[in-house]
């Protein structure tokens, strides 16, 4: 089994910046593939970006330019440096993993999770 544990969430006014991290433990060959996630008031639970082991990324478009993902192979953590954060970015962020990535982060279901972390954003 994989398990995934998130970090770094918290509240910050527009404009601002936060940083997430997600460590993953237990059987992680089984992580290629990881990613964040959201869960918004407005919206239902959407892909936000991934990167696999080997660093390829995709990002969901709202985020372009304004969020950076990354990952430590090594230690088997995954960040999410979140810039110019916006009302809209409020909501509960996931780690997520997967044995293989996807085309696009849109659409896809990763097999396991982390219990998600709260990023509040006010004017």
């Known amino acids: 089994q994989v398990q995934l544990v998130e970090s770094g969430g918290g509240s910050v006014q527009a404009g601002g910046s936060l940083r997430l991290s997600c460590a993953a433990s237990?059987?992680?060959?089984?992580?290629?593939?990881m990613a964040w996630f959201r869960q918004t008031p407005e919206k239902e639970r959407e892909g936000v970006a991934f990167?696999?082991?080997?660093?390829?990324?995709n990002y969901a478009d709202f985020v372009k330019g304004r969020f950076t993902i990354s990952r430590d192979n090594a230690k088997n953590t995954l960040d999410l440096q979140m810039n110019n954060l916006e009302l809209a970015d409020t909501g509960i962020y996931y780690c997520?993993?997967?044995?293989?990535?996807?085309?696009?982060?849109?659409?896809?279901?990763?097999?396991?999770w982390g219990q998600g972390t709260q990023v509040t954003v006010s004017s």
């Open positions: 997520a993993a997967d044995r293989f990535c996807p085309m696009y982060v849109g659409g896809w279901t990763p097999s396991y």
């Open positions: 237990g059987d992680t060959y089984r992580t290629d593939c």
């Open positions: 990167m696999s082991r080997r660093g390829f990324t």
